[in-house]
């Protein structure tokens, strides 16, 4: 062998390596500060977990998990074991005469390496097996162009590729050793090395003595081919993805991220791709297509022109094609003329690199960042594009008057801000004013609870039942303002800032000690954004609360619904947002219903298509509405006959959805505070 | 092409309206102020023709409530003057109006005036036509569209009954708009800051006394529900006969 000319192309092969590593970091060092430096040991910890345990992949798909923690793991160790092995014999061997690989050591090692090199094949077939079933995640259709605009066969190429090289180094792994045990006149101790040994005799009988260097060869070549391909593939997510967790923001999306004084001075939003942070620039290139992004989202799901997944490998091509020195991978996904183009010479990312009706079309239920195993924060980044429509002006009329109706009223109903709490009138009580008198409790009402007929019901209802409880609560009257919940996720942080000024004026005024809230959506806000603000008051949902009344004995049931069986929609503010699933599946059992979840349910939850603003744009264009579709779902459930909801935009949407869709004799939409009032 | 929008606040129909105690104007002390709808239209036609054409648009307004708001949004839309009229104008006319906006208007240099057609508390609807008389230029109302090619623009104006009408007349000219080719644009509220903290408020002093206000207010009041309807029937002489007869028995 020659050992110069193999040393010459090795050094080679990393050289490619290290050079598309590095045009990916030059990549990141382009984008913006992340502030993510925090807390580094911990980040660094957390990250070595869920990659060692795989649990991000795992989740919801127990396949595809298991599947990817046998070729992880099987990875790993052949790495070691190949390493140590190296080192043993290039290094022990012939400059100090010694061996570690000899003994009872070397038979658990070989063990060890051959088992974990067997889970390696067999999870790599498992995948091979699963792509060949072709499961919707893996569908590469786009929902916003048609099939001759654009060109993901080379994704599919790079998907191929990955998978068989990895095979071929697996497989070319075991013949070798099988005959290198041949070739030794299989010695005993190698049983130890199982396969091996079954491949040794299996192969003693075609020259095994003279097959070896040939395998050796092309396996080491293989190999090394392997890792020069990485960074140029979707390898690449191998080391990119550690790192995209290990910097992921906990609170991403639950809290957006603030714009800067002078970002607002010169125009709110990304117009150049410097803008992005490095760690969005790294989202980009974190994504591996696992397509469960793609699945989860409700605006995919109901014919709107927006995929999660589809949005991030835009912006990736787009980055590679600005700031990455062209591609960063071998096999990227092309698009036609038409689509390069864009409108009118000038390209805006926010318009023509991602449509603005792809933009408009998300609903910040969350679901892709909840899905995503890798850590990409999505929405983030919709979000920011959304600031630049909102900055030019870009969007549906209803929209634009809505947003200035809360800028000028505070509400999104366009109605007096003196209106706001007229709900109260015709009640038997009087609602304390927490401007005037110290209550522990401050109501926060929100706009749906506010003004809209049919929700006003059901704020009557809570009202009712926090006075029976003798509960010391009050609201703000004419104070509270729209919290910004969904101003924010529209793009419009100006107005945001404003109304976040205005609540922290009036909570200044008054005098309580914890929020509540009946909505998931000013619960977040409230709970996440404001204390960036200077907000430091601890925050319930009202199922939360009443949970908690529950326990202290003062809220009291006298009878069981036992006559009801019925299914509970988790808000995605309330349970996906902020992981509060429990409390109101606590209630119902205490209420006595027969209860069944759905199968999208916690914080799998499926949205009902009303966040992020969509609530005031239009949805007639969608070939089916999410709320629709939530609704054929929960009758799946065999005899199921209320909807349970707990969040006001539920109640507005579901009522609807259960009618236009003709199930009103089906299925009852209900309030949980409907079937509390009813067991008191 | 320069253009000059006069712009005004009028009282927002959101809040319920009360009439005050001389029965003659509405109770002021609660009533919140928002740009006219018409006047809205005409500044983002005025913008829309910037766009396309270049030159300049100056928002116009005199003093009055909350009108600092408005003239910031608009030069947050994208005015580039923004100009206040100072003065007492309270429950000024529309004659009163246009004569202290055409004393100003006048020493400025314009190609076009665009303003709203009416508001919501004008009496008259005639604050376009008596603009372009103090100012001695031509002067469509009712407009819908205004395209502008080598000194002349072409304006759309609507007549009832949908038909309608295509002008060409030459600049200067003042244009009494009805609605923009576009929606008015949505000002993200970041920029209306940013304009409150940078925008030149210039203000001048501005007079519209000594001419008639051509009508004046009896009495106002909420509109009275009937008792009842009445069908009249017959030729249309008759019915005109019936009529004249009930209105001259009413007054």
């Given amino acids: 062998m020659d050992g110069g000319r193999f040393l010459y192309r090795r050094v080679g092969y990393e050289r490619v390596f290290i050079y598309g590593f590095w045009r990916r970091y030059r990549k990141y060092r382009r984008g913006k500060d992340a502030d993510r430096f925090n807390n580094l040991v911990g980040r660094f910890f957390k990250a070595l977990g869920a990659m060692a345990t795989n649990k991000t992949v795992y989740k919801r798909d127990s396949y595809a998990g298991a599947a990817h923690w046998m070729i992880f793991w099987g990875f790993v160790v052949l790495f070691i074991g190949t390493a140590i092995v190296a080192l043993d014999f290039d290094i022990l061997k012939p400059v100090f005469d010694q061996s570690i690989l000899v003994g009872t050591f070397y038979k658990w090692f070989s063990l060890f390496l051959d088992v974990f090199g067997a889970l390696f094949i067999v999870g790599l077939f498992m995948m091979l097996f699963r792509r060949g079933k072709k499961p919707p995640q893996l569908d590469y259709k786009r929902p916003d162009l048609k099939p001759e605009q654009y060109d993901r066969s080379g994704y599919q190429k790079d998907d191929k590729a990955f998978l068989w090289l990895l095979i071929v180094i697996g497989v070319t792994g075991f013949l070798l050793e099988g005959l290198r045990i041949a070739a030794e006149g299989m010695p005993a101790f190698e049983v130890w090395s199982p396969v091996g040994y079954v491949l040794g005799l299996m192969l003693g009988g075609f020259g095994p003595e003279t097959l070896h260097p040939y395998v050796w060869w092309f396996h080491a070549i293989v190999v090394l081919g392997f890792i020069a391909y990485i960074p140029y593939s979707k390898a690449m997510h191998m080391l990119v993805d550690y790192a995209n967790l290990m910097f992921k923001d906990d609170l991403a999306a639950k809290r957006l991220p603030k714009v800067s004084p002078e970002k607002m001075k010169e125009g709110i939003g990304y117009r150049k791709i410097d803008d992005f942070t490095w760690k969005e620039l790294m989202d980009f290139d974190a994504c591996t297509k696992c397509g469960r992004c793609h699945v989860a989202c409700p605006a995919n799901a109901s014919g709107a022109p927006l995929s999660p997944r589809d949005l991030i490998l835009d912006l990736r091509t787009y980055a590679d094609a600005t700031i990455g020195n062209g591609t960063s991978e071998i096999f990227q996904q092309t698009f036609s003329e038409g689509v390069k183009a864009g409108k009118g010479g000038k390209i805006s990312i926010a318009g023509d690199i991602i449509r603005a009706d792809t933009l408009w079309a998300c609903t910040t239920c969350m679901a892709c960042v909840e899905a995503c195993p890798v850590g990409i924060e999505h929405l983030t980044t919709i979000v920011n594009l959304r600031r630049t429509l909102v900055d030019a002006g870009t969007m549906e009329n209803s929209l634009q008057d809505t947003l200035a109706n809360i800028g000028d009223y505070g509400n999104s109903f366009g109605q007096s801000d003196r209106a706001r709490a007229k709900w109260t009138q015709g009640l038997e009580f009087k609602v304390k004013d927490a401007r005037k008198e110290p209550v522990k409790y401050l109501w926060f009402v929100g706009d749906y609870a506010s003004y809209d007929p049919a929700v006003q019901q059901m704020t009557r209802k809570v009202a009712g039942i926090f006075e029976k409880m003798g509960l010391d609560y009050g609201i703000l009257y004419e104070s509270e303002k729209n919290a910004g919940n969904d101003v924010r996720r529209i793009g419009e942080e100006g107005l945001f800032e404003m109304l976040v000024e205005d609540n922290m004026a009036a909570f200044a005024k008054s005098d309580f000690k914890e929020i509540v809230t009946t909505d998931p959506h000013s619960f977040n806000t409230l709970k996440n954004e404001y204390p960036e603000f200077g907000s430091s008051y601890a925050v319930h949902h009202y199922t939360g609360l009443l949970c908690k009344l529950l326990d202290e004995g003062k809220l009291k049931f006298s009878k069981k619904l036992r006559h009801y069986k019925v299914t509970y929609h988790d808000p995605c503010y309330l349970g996906r947002y902020n992981g509060e699933t429990e409390a109101p599946r606590k209630l119902l059992r205490a209420l006595g219903v027969e209860f069944q979840d759905m199968r999208r349910c916690g914080a799998n939850s499926f949205c009902c298509g009303a966040g992020g603003g969509r609530i005031w744009m239009d949805d007639s264009k969608l070939e089916k509405r999410p709320s629709v579709q939530r609704i054929e779902e929960a009758l799946e459930i065999d005899g199921v006959n209320l909807f349970i909801v707990a969040c006001p935009k539920d109640y507005t949407m579901y009522t609807d959805a259960v009618k236009s869709s003709g199930n009103e004799k089906r299925l009852a939409v209900r309030d949980i505070i409907e079937l509390v009032e009813e067991a008191m | 092409m320069n253009i000059i929008v006069p712009i005004k606040q009028v009282p927002d129909l959101v809040e319920e309206l009360q009439v005050d105690a001389s029965g003659k104007d509405l109770d002021r002390e609660w009533l919140k102020y928002k740009v006219s709808e018409f006047d809205d239209h005409a ?19 005199l003093d009055g409530e909350d009108i600092d708001k408005a003239l910031f949004a608009a030069s947050a839309k994208g005015a580039d003057r923004v100009i206040k009229v100072t003065g007492d104008f309270k429950g000024a006319s529309n004659h009163t109006a246009a004569k202290a906006l055409a004393n100003v208007i006048k020493g400025m240099p314009y190609d076009l005036v665009l303003t709203g057609v009416q508001s919501v508390e004008d009496r008259d609807g005639q604050i376009a036509v008596l603009l372009a008389h103090y100012l001695g230029t031509p002067h469509i109302s009712v407009v819908t569209g205004v395209e502008v090619a080598g000194g002349k623009v072409t304006v759309h104006k609507e007549y009832g009954g949908g038909v309608v009408a295509e002008f060409e007349a030459s600049l200067p000219m003042v244009l009494g708009i009805q609605a923009a080719r576009e929606t008015p644009r949505y000002v993200p509220v ?42 009249l029937s017959g030729s249309a002489q008759e019915i005109a006969g019936k009529l004249a007869a009930i209105i001259k028995s009413k007054m």
Wanted: aromatic share 2%; proline share 2%.
């Fill in chain 2, 190 to 231: 970041s920029r209306v800051r940013q304009a409150m903290r940078d925008a030149n408020l210039e203000e001048v002093a501005g007079d519209g006394s000594g001419v008639s206000a051509g009508s004046s207010i009896s009495r106002m009041f909420k509109p009275e529900t009937g008792g009842g309807a009445e069908m």
């Fill in chain 2, 43 to 61: 500044l983002e036609e005025a913008l829309l023709l910037k766009e396309q054409h270049g030159g300049s648009v100056t928002a116009i307004a």
